[in-house]
C-alpha cells in the first residue's frame, strides 16, 4: 500500500529535492563545478579563437613583387606586378611583349575570400576582339600554401592567358 502525503508534506519533500537538503535516497547528488577550471578552459578557448583569426587575416598574403611565369600567354612571361592596397601595378615588362604597359593597373579590388583566396578585377586580352579590358566578373586568385605563388583564373572564356602563374620575388609588410 502506498502512503498518502498531504500537500505541505509533498512540498516539503519536492523542497528538499531541489536544494538538496534532508535525507532523501531520492535526491539527485548535486554537481560540483571547480570554477577556477572553468575559467582556465574558457580563457583557453577564447585565446584560441582570437588567435585563428589573427592568423587567418595574415596568412598567405598577396602583397608583393611577383613575376609572371611562363603559361597560355608566353609572350608575359617575365611580366613584374607590385600589389599593396588592393591593387597590383606592372612595374617592369619583358621587351617583346607590347601588351600591356608598366604603370598599368592589371589586378584591382583585390579582397580576400578564404585562406589564400582572393578575388579581383584582372585585366586581360579579350582574343576574339582583340583589345585590353578588365574582365566582367572577378578573378579567382589563389595563393600557394607556402605563399610562393599564385595562379589566377580570368573569368572572361575569351581572354588570351586566361590561367596565370606567378613567382612571388619580395614580399612587402
Known amino acids: ?5 498531504t500537500q505541505s508534506q509533498w512540498e516539503n ?6 536544494h538538496g537538503s534532508g535525507n532523501h ?14 575559467v582556465i578552459i574558457s580563457a583557453t578557448f577564447i585565446i584560441m579563437i582570437v588567435a ?11 602583397d608583393g613583387l611577383w613575376i609572371r611565369q ?28 607590347d601588351a600591356f604597359f608598366v604603370g598599368q593597373v592589371k589586378w ?4 580576400k575570400t578564404g585562406f589564400g583566396q582572393y578575388e579581383c578585377y ?11 579590358g578588365y574582365d566582367n566578373g572577378f578573378a579567382k586568385v589563389t595563393v600557394s600554401s607556402d605563399g610562393s605563388s599564385l595562379s589566377s583564373i580570368c573569368t572572361d572564356s575569351s581572354s588570351k592567358g586566361k590561367y596565370q602563374l606567378w613567382k612571388r620575388i619580395k614580399e612587402i609588410p
Request: a negative charge; one cysteine or more; glycine letters at 6%.
Open 1 to 5: 500500500m502506498s502512503s498518502f502525503q
Open 13 to 18: 519533500d519536492a523542497d528538499s529535492i531541489v
Open 25 to 38: 535516497s531520492a535526491s539527485p547528488k548535486g554537481i560540483r563545478v571547480n570554477k577556477k577550471a572553468l
Open 52 to 62: 585563428f583569426f589573427v592568423y587567418y587575416s595574415t596568412a598567405r598574403t598577396i
Open 70 to 97: 611562363m603559361d597560355d600567354y608566353n609572350e608575359l612571361a617575365g611580366m613584374v606586378v607590385e600589389v599593396k592596397d588592393g591593387k597590383g601595378t606592372i612595374v617592369a615588362m619583358p621587351e617583346a611583349a
Open 108 to 111: 584591382f579590388g583585390i579582397r
Open 122 to 132: 584582372m585585366l586581360c586580352h579579350k582574343e576574339d576582339e582583340d583589345t585590353y
